[in-house]
């Protein structure tokens, strides 16, 4: 509603990562513990609004989407600590997933490790919100392999399985 003012009330400025408890409310930041966005309310910007409305059809710019293999899983990358994965694996199942696959009788839940865990949930993760690489990125501790990570009766979402 143009001209119009907001009240507006800020939860945090920061993600509350290391909030004991469930880890839904640890992302209500508006900033992740590395200071990138999470969520773009325009506080970052100096923003000018003109005193008279504009007459002038915007323009949608033309995007090109950046070419991505036909097959692509998002998995852990070598050396990240289990405190990390453990993190990630917190993140993509606090956020919705469906991570049943990962408790225990699940198709995933063996080996039963933070690592094999971890690596379930981020891909589930990557497939579920959109295969753009920023969703696979988890603070720079994953990355898109075209190497299909499913093993015995795991099948790992993305592509030809």
């Not at 400025?13 to 508006?30: A, C, H, Q, V």
């Not at 609004?49 to 991505?68: E, H």
Request: proline content about 10%; aromatic content about 10%.
């Amino acid at each position: 509603m143009p001209g119009k003012s907001v009240e507006t009330y800020i939860f945090a400025l920061y993600d509350e990562d290391l909030k004991p408890g469930g880890t839904s409310e640890r992302s209500f930041g508006l900033y992740k513990p590395d200071l990138t966005v999470t969520y773009d309310v325009g506080l970052s910007k100096s923003s000018q609004t003109p005193s008279t409305p504009s007459t002038s059809t915007p323009t949608t710019p033309r995007v090109t989407p950046s070419p991505k293999p036909s097959s692509a899983w998002c998995v852990p990358k070598a050396g990240v600590s289990d405190a990390q994965l453990q993190a990630n694996l917190d993140y993509a199942c606090g956020h919705g997933i469906d991570c049943s696959a990962i408790q225990p009788g699940g198709g995933c839940f063996d080996p039963n490790t933070v690592a094999s865990h971890a690596a379930y949930a981020m891909n589930l993760y990557y497939h579920t919100v959109g295969t753009i690489p920023l969703n696979c990125d988890f603070s720079q501790t994953a990355t898109l392999t075209s190497s299909n990570p499913s093993y015995n009766a795991c099948t790992y979402p993305g592509g030809n399985t």
